[in-house]
């Protein structure tokens, strides 16, 4: 059970949007900085999103973060069939260490 | 262009230390506000932090593995080195090394990683 809160799975079709949660606390979301990785079946996570809101180059504009307060969330817009996979957040937490979220797997109907 | 490669055993047995090598290019680790992390990932579930070495020689551990890890770099051979005492079944994972760059603000930044290596723990 990871520290940061996440759905389990959310769902969407084509082209709507979808947004994706990440529920923490004081001592981590709430005072740190939020990054979200996307994870395709068999390969290494991609980072999407740094410190909250940022994109790293080559990160098309579908993908935004946000935080407010203990959460953080990420949407994607216009969803597209190729962005079916494992999200996660991460951030640091007072007992001096990186958290992951438990993960939210995507799923493009 | 940024690659990070890890290496190391692929079977390991029970109570055994597991030792992974991290070989990185394109960024240097004496570079102010970089570093280099651990994560791993067991078979269907979710990432897990291990460890971070900054480029001062400054390291983080996991509170909950931190008496069995150690993590050294080698800034010479652009290598951070991994090791993970008293190996279980349960460490059953695909091991990432991954680069934290010295733009990022937040400490769980890491805009490259490595393709991962799988360590099975089995006797």
């Known amino acids: 059970q990871s520290v940061l809160t996440q759905p389990p799975s959310v769902s969407a079709a084509p082209g709507q949007k979808v947004t994706i949660s990440c529920s923490g606390s004081s001592s981590n979301i709430g005072n740190n900085y939020v990054s979200w990785y996307q994870q395709l079946p068999g390969t290494a996570p991609k980072l999407l999103i740094y410190?909250?809101?940022k994109r790293p180059s080559g990160i098309p504009d579908r993908f935004s973060g946000s935080k407010s307060g203990t959460s953080a969330t990420l949407g994607i817009t216009g969803l597209q069939t190729g962005d079916e996979a494992d999200y996660y957040c991460?951030?640091?937490?007072?007992?001096?260490?990186?958290?992951f979220g438990g993960g939210t797997k995507l799923t493009v109907l | 262009q940024i690659t990070l490669k890890e290496s190391g055993p692929t079977l390991v047995k029970p109570t055994q230390t597991l030792t992974l090598t991290c070989t990185f290019s394109?960024?240097?680790?004496?570079?102010?506000?970089?570093?280099v992390g651990w994560i791993r990932q067991p078979p269907g579930k979710a990432l897990e932090w291990l460890a971070l070495i900054y480029w001062d020689g400054d390291k983080r551990y996991s509170p909950s593995l931190k008496s069995r890890l150690t993590i050294t770099k080698d800034t010479s051979k652009n290598q951070v080195v991994l090791t993970m005492t008293n190996m279980d079944p349960v460490d059953t994972a695909t091991y990432y090394c991954a680069h934290r760059p010295g733009y990022c603000v937040g400490t769980g930044c890491y805009t490259d990683w490595g393709q991962g290596t799988l360590v099975t723990v089995s006797s």
């Open positions: 394109g960024f240097s680790l004496s570079t102010s506000g970089v570093a």
């Open positions: 410190d909250n809101n």
């Open positions: 991460a951030t640091w937490d007072s007992s001096l260490s990186v958290l």
